[in-house]
């Protein structure tokens, strides 16, 4: 057993230091308050815990009152993947489209102006930006939240994103190291293999990551994948060579590293949560994020008994967990003076959208300014004069971005062209089915990566077939070829991507 050089309380509390834990409700939780002042640095939000922009303030404050340097993350990508926004739908397109754009002062003042909404309501440190490489057009979980599949691109929007972001005084965390683009297996549901050659990793995955390094991202969160040319034995998230050796001193990152949720079949199933969080600590990592799905005091004491456990037992070095709890509080003293430097933020009013008002990253708007750049246009559209039937084909709904979160362009016609009838369809629907219910109107067919889905594909030729003229609107990645109808790609499904494509159906601006 490893002689303890710290009294015991430390070593609890440096346990607790190095969790970011979720938890349900709106307003913090006595458990959670408790926790804080026994050493909790972190605490992680989801779309459960918003509700207004004015409530989000108000939670921060009380969490901040019980420790001034608290870091409050929050999983806000913008586009088809957001928390602050979760039930409307974001302000922002999201990476695929600022990709597609590629004008890196449009990347860099949208993520500075939702920075600069994060920060508005107290939260500080950002699970974003996505710095994957989307190079399988198949992938089911990162998809339209990559910049593209050129590593040149992507790295020069990450670093673009990075800066942007902290400008605003809230700390970025590039994701998901070392790459999670080049898999068909989503990391929460299983684990994800990737088998291509150390220079392939090197030339494409890594890329956005050194980039994000050299434009001083504050943290980096990785990935539950396997790699097999650089550790064939153990994911990213437990693994010495890819953390220790490769992030921290091959390619240089002093910052903050964060787990990918802990509870994550890829890690969960295999390893269990306590000895996953053990492993982690253990080979590199600094803070273990948890809550997505396990948001309850019981998860939090497991861990860090697990922690103290390990320790105490020699199985994980204290000096490692001191080293841990270090990076997360300098990192949170960073947030903490950089806040000060700015103030607390505007004053947020109940009722009005998340960092309404001015900015000096572009404006409120700026999201939909990037949203309309981001359009493109195969065939010639013939707006629309009457209102329209929208007929939105939905594939299972990936876990990342939440069933509550709206998208689509039904909303957006209606508000051009009152009387939009709309309906949605799954696999099990056919071409007649969608034709009977349109009826005379002109069809706007919405589909999310039509070259994923066969069932979607041949529903939609039936479509075509019988109706020539419709309007073909695909929201996620632009792949398929167009084919025979006018089709326009938003290379994202938010509302602004959705007010965008019907700017474009009707000739109109909403």
Not at 285 to 302: K, M, P, Q, S
Not at 328 to 341: E, F, Q, S, T
């Amino acid at each position: 057993m490893t002689t303890l050089t710290h009294r015991p309380d430390t070593l609890t509390r440096d346990a607790l230091a190095v969790l970011q834990p979720g938890f349900h409700g709106t307003t913090a939780p006595d458990w959670l308050l408790r926790r804080i002042g026994e050493g909790l640095t972190s605490v992680g939000l989801f779309g459960r815990n918003i509700h207004t922009p004015a409530q989000l303030a108000a939670l921060t404050a009380q969490l901040r009152a019980e420790r001034n340097d608290i870091l409050v993350a929050i999983d806000e990508e913008g586009g088809d993947v957001t928390r602050l926004e979760v039930r409307e739908g974001s302000s922002f397109p999201g990476n695929y489209a600022l990709g597609s754009v590629d004008d890196v002062e449009l990347t860099r003042a949208v993520a500075r102006e939702l920075g600069s909404r994060l920060a508005a309501c107290g939260v500080n440190l950002n699970w974003a930006p996505s710095a994957d490489v989307n190079s399988d057009v198949n992938n089911p979980v990162i998809g339209v939240r990559s910049f593209g599949a050129d590593p040149v691109l992507v790295a020069r929007h990450t670093a673009a994103y990075v800066e942007g972001l902290q400008s605003a005084g809230v700390a970025a965390c590039t994701k998901h190291f070392p790459g999670h683009g080049d898999t068909a297996v989503d990391s929460h549901l299983a684990l994800p293999r990737i088998d291509v050659g150390v220079d392939t990793l090197h030339a494409r995955e890594l890329a956005p990551f050194r980039s994000a390094i050299t434009a001083g991202s504050k943290s980096v969160m990785s990935a539950h994948i396997l790699l097999s040319a650089l550790d064939p034995d153990r994911p990213a998230t437990l693994s010495p060579r890819i953390l220790t050796g490769l992030l921290r001193e091959e390619l240089g990152f002093g910052g903050l590293i964060v787990t990918d949720g802990i509870e994550m079949q890829a890690i969960a199933s295999t390893y269990g949560i306590e000895r996953g969080s053990v492993l982690a600590i253990a080979a590199g990592v600094d803070a273990i994020c948890v809550g997505g799905g396990l948001a309850d005091e019981g998860t939090v004491l497991r861990l860090r008994d697990a922690l103290v456990d390990a320790v105490r037992e020699g199985e994980l070095p204290e000096e490692r967990l001191a080293d841990a709890a270090a990076r997360v509080r300098a990192l949170a003293d960073w947030a903490r003076r950089v806040r000060g430097a700015s103030g607390p933020g505007a004053a947020v009013q109940e009722g009005t959208a998340p960092g309404a008002g001015t900015s000096a990253a572009g404006g409120p708007d700026i999201g939909l300014v990037a949203a309309r750049r981001a359009v493109r246009v195969t065939g010639t559209v013939e707006p629309l004069q009457e209102a329209p039937y929208v007929a939105s084909f939905a594939a299972v709904a990936n876990i990342a971005v939440g069933d509550e979160t709206p998208w689509g362009v039904a909303a957006e016609l209606t508000a051009l062209l009152p009387g939009t009838e709309a309906g949605t369809y799954g696999s099990g629907s056919g071409a007649a089915e969608v034709l009977a219910a349109a009826g005379e109107r002109r069809i706007v067919a919405v589909v999310r990566d039509l070259h994923r889905h066969s069932w979607m594909a041949a529903v939609l030729d039936g479509i075509r077939e019988a109706r020539p003229d419709t309007a073909v609107v695909e929201m996620g990645v632009n792949h398929a070829e167009p084919a025979g109808s006018p089709h326009i790609a938003t290379y994202g499904a938010a509302p602004v991507c959705g007010r965008a494509a019907a700017e474009v159906l009707t000739g109109r601006s909403v």
